[in-house]
């Protein structure tokens, strides 16, 4: 009798170890097939949402969100099994340059006990599209190589034994860096400063031209040695933006302006501006800020990263030029709007009170901190906000009036019931130490950084 027990306890063992090897080749299948059919249809979807008119008026690759997103959900509900169910995640979707984000989440049909929403298996895709180009005989260049080689820059080389070509004056010039933390990352001035032969700073060549790109080649203490136009010298931090995709991968960047401005008043449309293109190309991969800003960011975007949480920068430097012009632009709708001008000139409070704000609290009518790099306009992945980003009205007001405190208790009705916002507000001022404003819930600025530049530059404006 007691072999019997024994032989029925092996037999039920093996039932569950057979179980259990179906279970976990089924999760590894299905997980497997699943990314490769996830990469495949990322590709082909983004591929067909190219936007080729805008490429033949621009020279830009330019992909539609809204036709990728339709794409990708027409060929995952053909390629995928029927029978399956799977949820589609979009993290992060961006036109120009195009990339994506893509999740999902399916479930391997394996379960000994599978429940409606059970999902074991995820897969995710980031992808990119990107054209590499080399120019190639273009006017005063030179291929010649003699005993003095000249590269595309028209900076002279010397031979020597080990095929070194670097330029002497570079190399004497780079003797000063002490650290190369930002090595390889681009840059550009805010203001035009000296540039400086090496670093001592004894002599300069000239002066840097705001809205030239550089590439970082090392530091020492605030100043940058920098690759500026085929030479290399140095410049003072304190006045040069950096690229913020570099700087803050932690990040994701969605610039609005850069390809379609989601500017509105009142929820209604700005003319010449929603949906219009108002920054150059140079926007799509270079996102400059400040420096001595940029670092407060990176702060904040670290704490939010390490919370869960990730920023999404929708705007960050602005040119002068297109504040005006986007100014301009309310101003005629305010003047031809009585409900645009009356959300714009006051607020009701939760008590019932008015309050008066005006036109100047949601676009500068001076310089604002945009146009010397030193403020972004952020929102939190995931979460609902207390208006739609780019709201130009007092629906989109972070505190109740502007002449409160800019305390949590004084939070607007709209900032009160949004958690999303209120923990944007610590990563921004908490961890960053960044300022507010009392009328945008999402614009967060360096006061020390936009008073050292000053008057700010316009440049790469489309407008």
Same mark, same amino acid.
């Given at each position: 009798?007691?072999?019997?027990?024994?032989?029925?306890?092996?037999?039920?063992?093996?039932?569950?170890? @057979?179980?259990?090897?179906?279970?976990? %080749?089924?999760? /590894?299948?299905?997980?497997? %097939?699943?990314?490769?059919?996830?990469?495949?249809?990322?590709?082909?979807?983004?591929?067909?949402?190219?936007?080729?008119? +805008?490429?033949?008026?621009?020279?830009?690759?330019?992909?539609?969100?809204?036709?990728?997103?339709?794409?990708?959900?027409?060929?995952?509900?053909? /390629?995928?099994?029927?029978?399956?169910? +799977?949820?589609?995640?979009?993290?992060?979707?961006?036109?120009?340059?195009?990339?994506?984000?893509?999740?999902? =989440?399916?479930?391997?049909?394996?379960?000994?006990?599978?429940?409606?929403?059970?999902?074991?298996?995820?897969?995710?895709?980031?992808?990119?599209?990107?054209?590499?180009?080399?120019?190639?005989?273009?006017?005063?260049?030179?291929?010649?190589?003699?005993?003095?080689?000249?590269?595309?820059?028209?900076?002279? /080389?010397?031979?020597?034994?080990?095929?070194?070509?670097?330029?002497?004056?570079?190399?004497?010039?780079?003797?000063?860096?002490?650290?190369?933390?930002?090595?390889?990352?681009?840059?550009?001035?805010?203001?035009?400063?000296?540039?400086?032969?090496?670093?001592?700073?004894?002599?300069?060549?000239?002066?840097?031209?705001?809205?030239?790109?550089?590439?970082?080649?090392?530091?020492?203490?605030?100043?940058?040695?920098?690759?500026?136009?085929?030479?290399?010298?140095?410049?003072?931090?304190?006045?040069?933006?950096?690229?913020?995709?570099?700087?803050?991968?932690?990040?994701?960047?969605? @610039?609005?302006?850069?390809?379609?401005?989601?500017?509105?008043?009142?929820?209604?449309?700005?003319?010449?501006?929603?949906?219009? =293109?108002?920054?150059?190309?140079?926007?799509?991969?270079?996102?400059?800020?400040?420096?001595?800003?940029?670092?407060?960011?990176?702060?904040?975007?670290?704490?939010?990263?390490?919370?869960?949480?990730?920023?999404?920068?929708?705007?960050?430097?602005?040119?002068?030029?297109?504040?005006?012009?986007?100014?301009?632009?309310?101003?005629?709708?305010?003047?031809?709007?009585?409900? *645009?001008?009356?959300?714009?000139?006051?607020?009701?409070?939760?008590?019932?009170?008015?309050?008066?704000?005006?036109?100047?609290?949601?676009?500068?009518?001076?310089?604002?901190?945009?146009?010397?790099?030193?403020?972004?306009? *952020?929102?939190?992945?995931?979460?609902? $906000?207390?208006?739609? $980003?780019?709201?130009?009205?007092?629906?989109?007001?972070? +505190?109740?009036?502007?002449?409160?405190?800019?305390?949590?208790?004084?939070?607007?009705?709209? $900032?009160?019931?949004?958690?999303?916002?209120?923990?944007?507000?610590?990563? $921004?001022?908490?961890?960053?130490?960044?300022?507010?404003?009392?009328?945008?819930?999402?614009?967060?600025?360096?006061?020390?950084?936009?008073?050292?530049?000053?008057?700010?530059?316009?440049?790469?404006?489309?407008?």
């Amino acid at each position: 009798m007691q072999s019997s027990y024994w032989g029925y306890w092996l037999i039920v063992l093996g039932v569950g170890i @057979i179980g259990l090897m179906i279970s976990v %080749q089924g999760i /590894t299948t299905n997980t497997t %097939q699943d990314y490769y059919s996830l990469r495949e249809i990322t590709e082909a979807s983004m591929l067909e949402a190219v936007d080729y008119g +805008y490429y033949r008026d621009y020279n830009e690759v330019k992909m539609n969100k809204e036709k990728f997103m339709e794409v990708f959900v027409r060929m995952l509900a053909e /390629t995928m099994g029927t029978a399956d169910t +799977y949820e589609v995640n979009f993290y992060a979707i961006y036109e120009a340059p195009p990339k994506v984000s893509v999740e999902i =989440r399916s479930s391997s049909g394996t379960g000994f006990i599978p429940s409606a929403g059970d999902y074991d298996t995820t897969s995710r895709i980031d992808a990119i599209i990107q054209i590499h180009a080399e120019q190639v005989g273009t006017p005063g260049s030179s291929n010649t190589n003699n005993s003095g080689n000249q590269n595309s820059t028209g900076t002279t /080389t010397q031979p020597d034994d080990n095929n070194d070509d670097e330029p002497i004056a570079d190399a004497t010039c780079e003797e000063g860096i002490s650290t190369t933390n930002l090595q390889g990352m681009g840059g550009v001035a805010m203001a035009s400063r000296p540039l400086y032969t090496t670093a001592d700073r004894d002599e300069t060549n000239g002066n840097v031209t705001p809205g030239v790109k550089f590439d970082i080649l090392g530091e020492s203490g605030n100043y940058w040695a920098i690759e500026y136009e085929g030479e290399c010298g140095w410049v003072d931090s304190n006045y040069m933006a950096i690229n913020l995709m570099d700087y803050v991968p932690e990040a994701h960047y969605d @610039i609005a302006n850069a390809s379609s401005s989601i500017f509105r008043s009142s929820g209604q449309a700005i003319d010449g501006v929603t949906g219009t =293109r108002l920054y150059t190309s140079d926007y799509n991969g270079f996102v400059p800020a400040t420096f001595s800003f940029a670092q407060k960011l990176k702060n904040a975007a670290s704490a939010a990263r390490a919370a869960g949480d990730t920023l999404v920068i929708i705007d960050a430097y602005r040119p002068s030029g297109v504040s005006r012009y986007v100014n301009s632009r309310l101003t005629n709708l305010y003047n031809s709007n009585s409900t *645009v001008k009356e959300n714009i000139d006051y607020s009701t409070g939760a008590s019932g009170a008015r309050y008066t704000w005006g036109q100047g609290w949601f676009l500068a009518q001076g310089t604002s901190a945009h146009n010397t790099a030193c403020a972004v306009d *952020v929102t939190l992945s995931g979460y609902s $906000m207390p208006s739609y $980003m780019h709201e130009l009205s007092t629906q989109a007001i972070k +505190y109740y009036s502007p002449n409160v405190a800019k305390t949590s208790s004084n939070y607007s009705v709209g $900032m009160s019931a949004s958690e999303g916002a209120k923990k944007l507000s610590s990563y $921004m001022m908490g961890s960053g130490g960044l300022s507010d404003l009392a009328s945008e819930w999402w614009h967060y600025q360096d006061n020390s950084c936009h008073s050292r530049i000053g008057t700010g530059a316009s440049f790469w404006s489309a407008v």
